[in-house]
């Protein structure tokens, strides 16, 4: 009780959901996986309503050499430094979804 929570969404978790794997692509695995459009709606939803506190990349690449074993073998992990605030920007700002203050709050 009283304690003090913070939480945050990654920009993958808005943008990708479970149909971008298609064949068990390793550059989307990643914890915790990505899961239903609708899914992606409610993360947005929330960023907008101020459930989460900051977007947060969960940068943790791995080399080409790891990712390319089978699903099961490779790494959870994905870029995301680099690309973040493009990534938001072009999906969301860019279309009118939310504005610059919420992206850079």
Request: hydrophobic fraction near 40%; glycine fraction near 8%; aromatic fraction near 10%.
């Amino acid at each position: 009780r009283g304690a003090r929570v913070t939480a945050e969404v990654s920009p993958h978790h808005l943008i990708f959901n479970e149909e971008d794997i298609g064949e068990y692509d390793t550059h989307y695995k990643m914890n915790p996986p990505l899961r239903t459009a609708e899914d992606n709606a409610a993360l947005l939803a929330g960023l907008k309503e101020g459930v989460f506190d900051l977007l947060a990349t969960d940068h943790a690449p791995h080399s080409e050499f790891e990712k390319a074993q089978d699903f099961v073998s490779a790494p959870n992990g994905i870029t995301g430094l680099d690309t973040a605030l493009v990534s938001l920007f072009d999906r969301f700002v860019v279309t009118g979804e939310f504005g610059w203050d919420l992206l850079v709050k």
